[in-house]
């Protein structure tokens, strides 16, 4: 159980163009998913946090315009770079989350896109 | 926001060694996260500690979590090439993950 799909593992694309990423929790509904951003050797650093039918909450410091989160259902969220250049080329993750105990959920990540930006 | 220290940074080990990992935590820990990740890969969830005191073993990797919740230590016994990869420890902070730098593991034949 606890399985977190993303779509697609890897993109190149051209300057300027705008990339969706998908992530599902294939079987467990999810009322928060996470994006993350991970680079080289580096631990992940928190982007947004993305509640079903409300808008995303994201961190200090990352441009909600540049990052579009859409969590329509309880188990898909997608996240749209917009105007993609190639600073925005890295490893983007994200995770859903299932309450195991307590009050907080537990993180199930998905495997990962490796974007990169041309 | 919650700050994680890992320990050590990376080490190599000899198949068939122990090692252990650590974790400390500048506040008090509500909610300790292990996971395990493959470069260029996902996290992989391992195991979860909330008490002071706590302990969870899954297979050969086993976790402490201290009585004053500020630290904690992943222990692999008998390691095996399997074992190798990056081992982050998160933080429940605020409803959100705080994650440590990661601990690198190589695990040599």
């Known amino acids: 159980g606890a399985v977190v799909s993303q779509h697609p593992s890897r993109v190149i694309c051209k300057s300027g163009t705008s990339v969706k990423i998908e992530c599902r929790s294939l079987d467990f509904q999810a009322t928060t998913m996470f994006w993350y951003r991970q680079f080289p050797k580096q631990s992940l650093m928190l982007m947004a946090t993305s509640n079903e039918g409300s808008k995303a909450t994201y961190e200090q410091g990352v441009e909600k315009d540049k990052f579009l989160i859409n969590h329509a259902s309880l188990t898909l969220s997608t996240l749209t770079v917009t105007s993609a250049h190639p600073e925005d080329s890295s490893f983007y993750i994200c995770?859903?989350?299932?309450?195991?105990?307590?009050?907080?959920?537990?993180?199930?990540f998905g495997p990962g896109t490796r974007l990169t930006v041309l | 926001s919650q700050e994680l220290e890992q320990s050590p940074q990376s080490l190599i080990v000899q198949e068939g060694k122990n090692l252990t990992i650590n974790c400390t935590s500048s506040k008090t820990l509500y909610g300790l996260y292990w996971y395990k990740q493959k470069y260029g890969e996902g996290l992989i969830f391992l195991m979860m500690l909330q008490k002071g005191g706590e302990e969870k073993s899954h297979e050969k990797i086993t976790a402490k979590l201290d009585e004053k919740k500020q630290q904690s230590s992943l222990h692999i016994t008998a390691s095996q090439p399997s074992h190798a990869g990056i081992y982050l420890c998160?933080?429940?902070?605020?409803?959100?993950?705080?994650f440590g730098a990661g601990t690198t593991v190589t695990v040599r034949a």
């Open positions: 995770s859903a989350g299932m309450n195991l105990a307590g009050s907080t959920d537990t993180q199930y």
């Open positions: 998160g933080a429940d902070n605020d409803y959100k993950l705080s």
